[in-house]
């Protein structure tokens, strides 16, 4: 799916319900094309709409672009500390933005996208 220009966008979510606190921990694999030297993908991990206290604006993971036509798989992991039980959401945002002041149109791809979350319980 194409990736929105600068302000981030919703690329995949899951609800799950926590039974006991925990910590989560979250792994986001994907493959990223159509990136070229100018440009670069931020990846931002969330929970319950932030990420860990982080504004949403704020992302965790950035990766620059090479050739237009390489296609590259990558793994991202982060973790949540002591998550309380109940329902909870995690989410991950990208987006495209140049590096510099280059002009041109702004484009990157990421197909692929397996979202993996592991809640582990904290001891009493």
């Known amino acids: 799916q194409p990736i929105p220009h600068a302000v981030g966008a919703l690329v995949v979510g899951v609800l799950l319900e926590v039974e006991a606190r925990s910590h989560l921990l979250v792994y986001f694999s994907f493959e990223l094309a159509g990136l070229d030297v100018y440009e670069r993908v931020q990846v931002n991990p969330q929970l319950d709409g932030t990420a860990g206290g982080t504004a949403a604006a704020d992302f965790d993971w950035l990766f620059t672009g090479g ?4 296609v590259t798989s990558s793994t991202v992991m982060s973790s949540f500390p ?8 995690v989410d ?3 987006a495209v933005s ?3 002041q280059v002009s041109g149109q702004l484009h990157a791809d990421l197909a692929d996208c397996v979202l993996t979350v ?7």
């Not at 592991?118 to 009493?124: E, G, L, M, R, S």
């Open 67 to 70: 050739n237009f036509n390489d």
């Open 82 to 89: 002591d998550v309380e039980a109940g329902p909870h959401t």
């Open 92 to 94: 991950i945002y990208a």
């Open 98 to 100: 140049r590096k510099g």
């Open 118 to 124: 592991f809640a582990i319980p904290v001891a009493p």
